[in-house]
């Protein structure tokens, strides 16, 4: 488990704080377990958007010390109200929500559903191993497709997107065209948990693509970057063109067998997205997967 010497708050944008860990310099994190593999080795970033005393914190990432380490820190900015949105069921989003079980958690429909179908293996550390979540915290509020929240001044949208997950929560900032893409959207690749549905995810994207946005904060990426100017929308094209080409890869060999800098040569010479040597195993899998869900 992490020892928070990784850990450290970005100030992003006036309201916009980002809670990394993961992804040191110098620093192995093993694929043994969950935390590992899934999050700290690819890196990692919860947010929260701050305005006159209030807090939305989305997902509540992958421990409940680092959700206490969120509430420390957005208590030090004396914020009274919080509120949680959750982004998708995935572990490494929701294992700090014991952190904030006496605030207001909300999520997609989709998500509560995953939750309590997966609740038991997820306390017992049985659905991907260890380590445990317990208790895991479930949503107190559900949506469908879109609700409008006020933080403070701040109007904020939660956006129903079935990519990565079709349980997917982004939010959207109209006034600031600022997106908090959870993990529909990802730098290096998009980690593909879903093989079966990368049509309607593409769909889903597209639809994306038509919103009005001037930055982008995935939860996965570039700590440099989100620290830095954020990404710009094109990292929407970046992920479709690689699912796309996932598509392709099952029908050629000579796609499939490419190396990861060449698979997303395109991307990556564009400056869309950077290549970091850990997605290198998240590719491999999402290759073996995609062929998987083809040949069932
Ligand atoms: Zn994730």
């Avoid at 038991?120 to 915290?137: C, Q, S």
């Avoid at 949506?143 to 409008?148: A, F, G, H, P, V």
Wanted: hydrophobic content about 40%; charged content about 25%.
């Amino acid at each position: 488990m992490t020892d928070f010497k990784h850990f450290r708050v970005l100030r992003l944008t006036d309201n916009l704080i980002g809670f990394y860990d993961g992804r040191g310099e110098g620093v192995a994190y093993g694929t043994d377990n969950w935390v590992n593999a899934g999050a700290l080795s690819l890196g990692i970033c919860s947010y929260a958007l701050v305005d006159e005393g209030e807090a939305l914190v989305y997902d509540t990432h992958v421990s409940p010390a680092h959700g206490e380490m969120i509430r420390r820190t957005l208590h030090k900015m004396h914020v009274s109200k919080i509120t949680v949105v959750l982004s998708h069921w995935h572990l490494d989003h929701v294992a700090g929500t014991c952190a904030f079980d006496d605030c207001e958690i909300i999520a997609n429909r989709l998500t509560l559903q995953a939750l309590e179908k997966n609740k038991a293996a997820i306390e017992t550390g049985t659905l991907h191993g260890p380590p445990a979540i317990h208790p895991l915290v479930l949503p107190t509020r559900i949506y469908e497709d879109q609700l409008t929240l006020h933080v403070g001044s701040l109007e904020v949208q939660l956006r129903h997107v079935a990519a990565h997950s079709r349980d997917g929560t982004v939010l959207y900032l109209p006034d600031e065209a600022l997106l908090l893409a959870g993990d529909t959207l990802e730098d290096t690749v998009s980690w593909v948990a879903e093989p079966d549905t990368i049509p309607e995810q593409l769909e889903a994207l597209d639809r994306m693509w038509g919103w009005e946005i001037e930055k982008v904060y995935p939860n996965h990426g570039d700590p440099m970057i989100i620290e830095g100017t954020g990404y710009r929308k094109t990292l929407i094209r970046a992920n479709q063109q690689y699912l796309r080409s996932l598509q392709r890869a099952t029908r050629e060999e000579d796609i499939a067998t490419l190396p990861l800098k060449e698979f997303i040569a395109g991307p990556l010479q564009a400056g869309w997205v950077n290549y970091y040597e850990p997605y290198e195993r998240v590719h491999a899998e999402n290759l073996a997967r995609v062929k998987m869900a083809v040949v069932r």
